[in-house]
């Protein structure tokens, strides 16, 4: 079964610094996507960044970066330029490219930005 | 806001009861998917629908039980409730269900306590 894990379950970073949080996950298939939601005070969630496996180039959206290192099963996100906008759970999913649709979801790390 | 409507946003009602949550999936999505948020459980895939038929189960009761209308509506009923079940339920949607580039959408949930 695959897994799914976030080990700090809390961040904190001063605005307009950088954060990282880390994610590892363990499947034994080789094609699968990967994502980080948001999830706000609102409770919303909100997809922020998706990494497909068989790409070797790391997704990038604006401010949001991840280090994909499939070898190592590691799905890392870079938060530049944190903002306070910024400040919620982030959750790191999985998710098979075909057959079971399931995202499967880490425990999640809360972030916080200090102004 | 992702498109994705579900109601209503919270719900409280007492052991035993009975109660039916709704979502309606963005335009043009086929696929509808349920999710549990808990404080122990985390977030949990319940059950994914395909344009009115079931396509995956996860860890869903079996008090629990689903169903996608003709236009494309999905509902998610919740009988015999127990405090365990109080949660946050989320729909997600999704054009397909099964493609590659397939991103799953999330609703606002439902807050549901049980008393």
């Known amino acids: 079964a695959q897994t799914v894990t976030q080990s700090q379950p809390e961040m904190s970073v001063q605005e307009a610094e950088t954060v990282t949080l880390s994610c590892t996950y363990d499947?034994?298939?080789?094609?699968?996507?990967l994502f980080w939601y948001k999830q706000p005070p609102s409770r919303q969630m909100i997809l922020v960044i998706r990494q497909e496996a068989y790409k070797q180039q790391n997704a990038t959206e604006n401010r949001f970066s991840v280090n994909f290192q499939k070898a190592a099963k590691s799905f890392s996100l870079k938060i530049s330029d944190s903002q306070l906008g910024d400040a919620a759970m982030y959750f790191c999913?999985?998710?098979?490219?075909?057959?079971?649709?399931?995202?499967?979801f880490g425990q999640g790390t809360r972030l916080t930005i200090n102004p | 806001d992702s498109g994705v409507t579900q109601t209503p946003k919270h719900l409280i009602t007492a052991t035993g009861q009975r109660v039916t949550l709704r979502c309606s999936p963005r335009s043009g999505d086929l696929s509808v998917y349920w999710y549990q948020q808990s404080l122990d459980q985390g977030l949990q895939f319940l059950i994914q629908?395909?344009?009115?038929?079931?396509?995956a189960k996860g860890n869903i009761l079996e008090r629990f039980s689903a169903q996608q209308f003709p236009d494309l509506h999905s509902e998610l009923n919740l009988s015999s409730l127990e405090l365990g079940d109080s949660a946050l339920y989320f729909c997600?949607?999704?054009?397909?269900?099964?493609?590659?580039?397939?991103?799953?959408?999330f609703g606002p949930g439902t807050r549901l306590t049980v008393l």
């Open positions: 999913a999985y998710r098979l490219i075909q057959g079971a649709q399931k995202l499967v």
């Open positions: 997600a949607s999704s054009v397909t269900g099964g493609l590659y580039t397939d991103t799953q959408y």
């Open positions: 499947t034994s298939e080789s094609d699968y996507y």
């Open positions: 629908y395909y344009n009115g038929e079931e396509r």
